[in-house]
C-alpha cells in the first residue's frame, strides 16, 4: 500500500474513532419535566441544575400541597411580603425580581391565562410562570 493510501486509511480510522467517540459519550437527554409529583421545590431544583439561583417562597403558607409560589431574587422576600402581588399584565410593575409558578392542573386555562400574559408569562414542562420578564426568559433560556 503507498503512503497516500496509509495516510487516507489512517485519516478514515481517526475520523470514525471521533465519531463513535462523539455518539456514544454523548449525555443522555433528561426527561421533560413532568406533571406526576411535580411541586415547586421539584421545579425550583430544576431550575437551579440549569444555572438559575431564585429563593423560594412556597404559595401555601404553612404546610399543604406545594404546587405553586414564588421564585425570587429577593433573599428577603417572604409570603406575606409577596401576597400583595397581583396576577395581571396592568400590575407587572409589582413584580420585579419575582415570578408566580404553579403546576398546570387545567390545560386550557393554562393556555387561556398565558395568552394573556404575553412577554410576562411562560410555560416550561407542566409549569406555568408570571411575573418579571427578565426572570421568565432566564428559567426558559436555562431550560431549554
Known amino acids: 500500500m503507498s ?11 481517526l475520523l470514525a474513532v471521533l465519531l463513535a467517540y462523539l455518539l456514544l459519550d454523548r449525555p443522555r437527554p433528561e426527561p421533560p419535566l413532568s ?16 444555572g438559575v439561583q431564585l429563593h423560594v417562597v412556597p404559595g401555601a403558607r404553612q404546610g ?5 409560589g414564588y421564585l425570587t431574587e429577593d433573599p ?7 401576597q400583595g402581588k397581583v396576577h395581571a399584565v396592568e400590575c407587572i410593575d409589582q413584580w420585579r425580581g ?3 409558578v404553579e403546576h398546570v392542573s387545567f390545560e386550557l386555562h393554562a393556555e387561556t391565562v398565558l395568552a394573556e400574559w404575553g412577554p410576562y408569562g411562560g410555560r416550561i414542562g407542566n409549569f406555568i410562570l408570571f411575573g418579571d420578564e427578565r426572570i421568565v426568559r432566564r428559567i426558559q433560556e436555562a431550560c431549554r
Open 3 to 13: 503512503q497516500k493510501g496509509i495516510g487516507t486509511l489512517l485519516g478514515c480510522s
Open 98 to 100: 419575582t415570578v408566580w
Open 76 to 82: 428577603d422576600a417572604t409570603w406575606n411580603s409577596l
Open 35 to 50: 406533571a406526576a409529583g411535580q411541586t415547586l421545590t421539584d421545579f425550583a431544583e430544576y431550575v437551579r441544575q440549569r
Open 64 to 68: 399543604g400541597p406545594n404546587y405553586q
